[in-house]
């Protein structure tokens, strides 16, 4: 079954520091891959997408991530951490069966940003 | 000129009672979707809606109905809450896979 994994629940970093969340996925053909963004109090906002192409992909917000097939990873990257960056992030994949897909979740992890 | 807009933000309702949460969208998508985000934060499809048809219906109670007046609606009406409904639940859509969300709707059962 589809799956994705987000291995830390909980990470703080320094603001300016650089942060790279992960996330793993189980899929059982090509993945569409997705990044979004929960501020507190807030809806989910989407950070990038992957579809094909090229593996590094560039968000909003200065976020990137990048593919790894081999690795079944997807992990977001940021070189420079803003304290307006704390907030929840979700890894999904689309679990693209008949001509929609739904989103299939990890489980968030949680950004702490101290000063 | 919101994409995605649910009302109400928030509901606090007694157990047994009948409640409706309404999503619009703006955006001329085909597909419409609800989802689940529970106390742990972990983000669940409930039902998904392409057209006015019913797509995707997941293991949800049938207390919880979904109706589509049009391809823009698509709202929720749950039957005799119960305290585990106690959610945030999500309203999003799409046309093809990128999905877009409305601002939630925190729905509190006491």
């Known amino acids: 079954a589809q799956s994705v994994t987000q291995p830390d629940i909980h990470i703080t970093v320094s603001e300016g520091a650089s942060l790279e969340l992960r996330c793993n996925y189980s899929?059982?053909?090509?993945?569409?891959l997705f990044w979004y963004v929960q501020s507190p109090g807030q809806g989910l906002q989407l950070l990038l997408k992957?579809?094909?192409?090229?593996?590094l992909v560039q968000g909003i917000k200065g976020f990137e991530a990048e593919f790894k097939r081999s690795q079944s990873s997807f992990n977001l990257r940021k070189p420079s951490v803003h304290w307006s960056d704390a907030a929840e992030y979700f890894c999904?994949?689309?679990?693209?069966?008949?001509?929609?897909?739904?989103?299939?979740f990890g489980k968030g992890t949680k950004l702490s940003v101290k000063p | 000129d919101t994409a995605v807009s649910q009302t109400p933000k928030y509901l606090v309702t007694q157990m047994g009672n009948d409640k409706s949460i309404k999503c619009e969208q703006n955006?001329?998508?085909?597909?419409m979707y609800w989802y689940k985000q529970d106390s742990k934060k972990f983000l669940k499809i409930m039902f998904s809606?392409?057209?006015?048809?019913?797509?995707i219906n997941e293991t949800v109670p049938n207390r919880f109905s979904p109706k589509s007046p049009d391809k823009a609606h698509l709202n929720l009406h749950i039957n005799s809450l119960e305290l585990g409904d106690s959610a945030v639940y999500f309203c999003?859509?799409?046309?093809?896979?990128?999905?877009?969300f409305g601002q939630g709707t925190r729905l509190t059962v006491v």
């Open positions: 999003a859509s799409s046309q093809g896979v990128v999905a877009f």
């Open positions: 899929y059982g053909a090509t993945p569409y």
């Open positions: 992957y579809f094909s192409g090229d593996t």
């Open positions: 999904a994949v689309a679990d693209y069966g008949g001509s929609q897909g739904n989103l299939i």
């Open positions: 955006l001329g998508h085909d597909t």
């Open positions: 809606y392409n057209n006015k048809e019913l797509i």
